[in-house]
């Protein structure tokens, strides 16, 4: 069974620092992967999404991910967080089937102090 | 524009009572779901809908049914409320494997 796991479930860093939140995920075949944010009191938006091409994937607000297949890791990076950036993160994958079905990690937590 | 938007935004009630819980999308997408988030922030799929037709059923007890009068419709009625019930419930859309989730309706049940 597919299953995603999320290193780091609490982290605190401080305005401008450098983020970079792990994800791996179990599965052997072609996987589509994507970073979804949950700011508070939001919904769940698409960050950015890996489905084939160039591993390193750039989505809004200065977020990128590298897919490294080899490792089954698809970790979220940011050269230089802002307070505005405090959210749950959440990766996420899918068969490579094009559904819906998607296989959550269980969240990290981000805190950045002003 | 609200692409996906589900009601209630939150729902109180009792054990043992009946509720449901309402979503539209016009994104024009074929496929609706049900997600379930756990108060450990756990995302899990619950169900799944194309064109009104259900494709996913993720082991969720049978006093969950969800309702699909027409493509842009996915509604939730949830049968005799359990404790363990309480948690956020958000509807999405997708198409090519991208989801359009709602804001959520978090229910809690006392």
């Known amino acids: 069974a597919q299953s995603v796991s999320q290193h780091n479930h609490h982290v605190i860093l401080s305005e401008a620092a450098s983020l970079e939140l792990g994800c791996n995920y179990s599965?052997?075949?072609?996987?589509?992967l994507f970073w979804y944010v949950q700011y508070p009191g939001q919904h769940l938006q698409l960050l950015l999404k890996y489905f084939s091409g160039d591993p390193l994937v750039k989505g809004i607000k200065g977020f990128e991910a590298e897919f490294i297949k080899s490792k089954f890791s698809f970790n979220l990076r940011k050269p230089s967080v802002q307070w505005s950036d405090t959210a749950e993160y959440f990766c996420?994958?899918?068969?490579?089937?094009?559904?819906?079905?998607?296989?959550f990690g269980q969240g990290t937590t981000l805190q950045v102090k002003p | 524009d609200t692409a996906v938007s589900q009601t209630p935004k939150y729902l109180v009630t009792q054990m043992g009572n009946d509720k449901s819980i309402k979503c539209e999308q016009n994104?024009?997408?074929?496929?609706m779901y049900w997600y379930k988030q756990d108060s450990k922030k756990f995302l899990k799929i619950m169900f799944s809908?194309?064109?009104?037709?259900?494709?996913i059923n993720e082991t969720v007890p049978n006093r969950f049914s969800p309702k699909s009068p027409d493509k842009a419709h996915l509604n939730l009625h949830i049968n005799s409320l359990e404790l363990g019930d309480s948690a956020v419930y958000f509807c999405a859309s997708s198409i090519t494997g991208r989801l359009f989730f709602g804001s959520g309706t978090q229910l809690s049940v006392l």
């Open positions: 599965y052997g075949g072609t996987v589509n």
């Open positions: 809908y194309n064109n009104k037709e259900l494709i």
């Open positions: 994104l024009g997408h074929d496929t």
């Open positions: 996420a994958v899918n068969a490579g089937s094009n559904t819906g079905k998607l296989i």
